[in-house]
Antibody
Framework: QVKLQESGPGLVKPSQTLSLTCSVSGGSISSGNYYWSWIRQSAGKGLEWIGRIYSSGRSAYNPSLKSRVILSLDTSKNQFSLKLSSVTAADTAVYYC???????????WGQGTLVTVSP | QSVLTQPPSMSAAPGQKVTISCSGGSSNIENNYVSWYQQFSGTAPRLLIYENNKRPSGIPDRFSGSKSGTSATLGITGLQTGDEADFYCGAWDNSLSTWVFGGGTKLTVL
């Protein structure tokens, strides 16, 4: 079974770049079985898809965040990463990494990591 | 405001049945698969239903999904207190070019 684990700073200052990494075990991110995705959830709010990246490195982003997001892969470490630039308080959320099946669902999720944007 | 519309809350007694609706449009639910997620407080969502009506291994058959037109429904029978959670529907939106989710339904079993 695929397992995912997020890591990264829990506090980021406004205007800086939020950087998170997702470590994958139980499967290779190069296998092509999944897309690798990031989803966030603000306190008391619903889920917001951020973007996805495939083993080829091809990525796609939520248009509302596209100008600020970069996803990348590190196949040597079996990890993928999120960078979100120019953050504001509105970016404070629990960030989840998840696998995405081409048929259209997210079968595996990390436990989530809270990132707070504050001076 | 979420693209997919769910009732904010529902409640039912143990042993009863509940259906949670998810309303969307032609750009999402009508022409794409719907999936459902259960989220207990403080934990990550878990996949309950995929491709409208399929259950991953390990999900009891008390949970079911259906879709008709621009709406989808999650059904839960034989409610248990352990089913109390937030439930979210999700689908790809062809017009927005993004995954969209419902605002979530908080289920109380009392």
């Amino acid at each position: 079974q695929v397992k995912l684990q997020e890591s990264g700073p829990g506090l980021v200052k406004p205007s800086q770049t939020l950087s998170l990494t997702c470590s994958v075990s139980g499967g290779s991110i190069s296998s092509g079985n999944y897309y690798w995705s990031w989803i966030r959830q603000s306190a008391g709010k619903g889920l917001e898809w951020i973007g996805r990246i495939y083993s080829s490195g091809r990525s796609a982003y939520n248009p509302s965040l596209k100008s600020r997001v970069i996803l990348s892969l590190d196949t040597s470490k079996n990890q993928f990463s999120l960078k979100l630039s120019s953050v504001t308080a509105a970016d404070t959320a629990v960030y989840y990494c998840a696998s995405l099946v081409s048929g259209g669902n997210f079968p595996y999720w990390g436990q989530g990591t809270l990132v707070t944007v504050s001076p | 405001q979420s693209v997919l519309t769910q009732p904010p809350s529902m409640s039912a007694a143990p042993g009863q049945k509940v259906t949670i609706s998810c309303s969307g449009g032609s750009s999402n639910i009508e022409n794409n698969y719907v999936s459902w997620y259960q989220q207990f407080s403080g934990t990550a969502p878990r996949l309950l239903i995929y491709e409208n009506n399929k259950r991953p291994s390990g999900i009891p058959d008390r949970f079911s999904g259906s879709k008709s037109g621009t709406s989808a429904t999650l059904g839960i029978t034989g409610l248990q207190t352990g089913d109390e959670a937030d439930f979210y529907c999700g689908a790809w939106d062809n017009s927005l070019s993004t995954w969209v989710f419902g605002g979530g339904t908080k289920l109380t079993v009392l």
